[in-house]
């Protein structure tokens, strides 16, 4: 199962030293070789694979514990060091970089700027064979400084507790999504994963439509940033990271249960770091809205 998120999109966790990727995990409820769709010829990476169980509840690959292997700790680990760096240069553009009438044009430019350089760095990062947590630490540094002056502008200009609702509503999403997925309540499926690329592709498609008419014709373009469409769309942003939550929690799942390689959670901390800023910008554009009308 693939992500939505770029960085698994593109292969998920590798599979070196023995160890098995999880985009060609097994389906649920394959139990023998006939009704299992990689089990025929050379093609199955678990046909020999001792360490490829199913868990009969849920489908689910195990594998027993091995020295160097990915664990939940690694991956919290690294989360918390890779939003932390998030965090704190956040908070530093935040305090140098004011949005003030006298400073406003210069910290808008250092922000778009740094919001550029992660890209960049994220861009890398998703074509490198291997996880760096260099490239993954700086992507997180400049995405704070775009962060920081944002939420600085919005709290100066919208609201002061304008900020603190998106952070908190982020926190309650990332919560909410990880009880249902534990629970059961969402399911992984192929089915859920082609439902949320479709739903991404169309929703990112219409915002690049957005932004090309405010260019050229000036204004918000097609409404879809303000508004009642606005908040419709603001919304649905939400939703489609609370769906790429979901698929990224599958693939921490997966690859420690396939016994990845330890460094690879540096690449499940840079997933859910993007997710997560995805979450809050969404977030933060939807109160923005509505406390602008206020």
């Excluded at 498609?205 to 469409?229: H, K, T």
């Excluded at 603001?234 to 390689?261: M, N, R, S």
Aim: with cysteine; glycine share 12%.
């Amino acid at each position: 199962m693939r992500s939505s998120n770029p960085v698994f999109s593109r292969r998920g966790f590798s599979r070196d030293n023995g160890y098995a990727g999880f985009n060609a995990a097994p389906q649920a409820g394959a139990a023998t070789a006939g009704a299992n769709p990689y089990a025929q010829g050379t093609a199955n990476p678990y046909a020999t694979n001792p360490y490829a169980q199913q868990d009969t509840q849920y489908g689910a690959p195990q594998a027993p514990a091995r020295s160097g292997a990915m664990t939940i700790d690694d991956v919290v680990t690294r989360t918390a060091m890779t939003l932390g760096a998030v965090v704190l240069t956040a908070a530093l553009s935040w305090a140098l970089l004011p949005v003030d009438e006298a400073n406003l044009g210069k910290s808008y430019g250092i922000a778009i700027g740094a919001a550029l350089v992660a890209f960049v760095f994220a861009m890398i990062q998703s074509f490198k064979r291997k996880a760096s947590p260099a490239i993954i630490l700086a992507y997180a540094a400049f995405e704070g400084v775009f962060l920081g002056v944002i939420s600085s502008a919005v709290s100066t200009y919208i609201g002061p507790g304008t900020v603190m609702q998106a952070v908190m509503g982020t926190m309650c999403v990332f919560a909410g999504v990880l009880i249902a997925y534990k629970m059961r309540w969402i399911r992984v499926t192929r089915r859920f994963y082609g439902f949320v690329m479709a739903a991404a592709m169309g929703f990112m498609l219409l915002m690049v439509v957005n932004l090309l008419f405010s260019v050229f014709g000036g204004g918000d373009g097609l409404g879809f940033r303000s508004g009642g469409l606005g908040i419709l769309f603001g919304v649905i942003g939400i939703i489609l990271g609370a769906c790429f939550l979901a698929l990224d929690f599958k693939q921490v799942e997966d690859g420690v249960a396939f016994g990845a390689p330890r460094e690879e959670s540096w690449l499940a901390a840079f997933g859910l770091t993007m997710t997560l800023v995805w979450i809050y910008l969404e977030m933060l554009r939807l109160l923005s809205i509505l406390n602008g009308d206020d």
